[in-house]
């Protein structure tokens, strides 16, 4: 089993930043894809970035090139680095892991992004 757990969330003003860390521990292949979807309310969850253990990234159309999405394989860390930030962007936001081997999919808890006007 593997755990995913998120930090980093919070309130922000427009044209802000913030960071988002997910922690994953348990049992892990290290050849996996991890990534960040966001929730807003009332509607369906999206994809926000993905990289994979090589280091590919990914990016929803809306975020690129004011997010950052990183990792260290070594710590099973992934980052989530937002700058120019819209009210557009509040949402929770989930962190996911996607095993290249069987393709296990898991979800962290959901940290809340808010941003204000």
């Known amino acids: 089993q593997v755990q995913l757990v998120e930090s980093g969330g919070g309130l922000v003003q427009a044209g802000g930043s913030l960071r988002l860390s997910c922690a994953a521990s348990?049992?892990?292949?290290?050849?996996?894809?991890m990534g960040w979807y966001r929730q807003a309310p009332g509607k369906q969850r999206e994809l926000v970035a993905t990289?994979?253990?090589?280091?590919?990234?990914n990016y929803a159309d809306s975020v690129k090139g004011r997010f950052t999405i990183s990792r260290e394989n070594v710590k099973n860390t992934v980052y989530l680095q937002m700058n120019s930030m819209k009210p557009e962007d509040t949402a929770v936001y989930y962190c996911?892991?996607?095993?290249?081997?069987?393709?296990?999919?898991?979800w962290g808890q959901g940290t809340q992004v808010t941003v204000s006007s």
């Open positions: 348990g049992r892990i292949s290290s050849i996996s894809t």
């Open positions: 996911n892991l996607v095993t290249d081997l069987f393709g296990l999919t898991y």
């Open positions: 990289i994979t253990s090589g280091g590919s990234t």
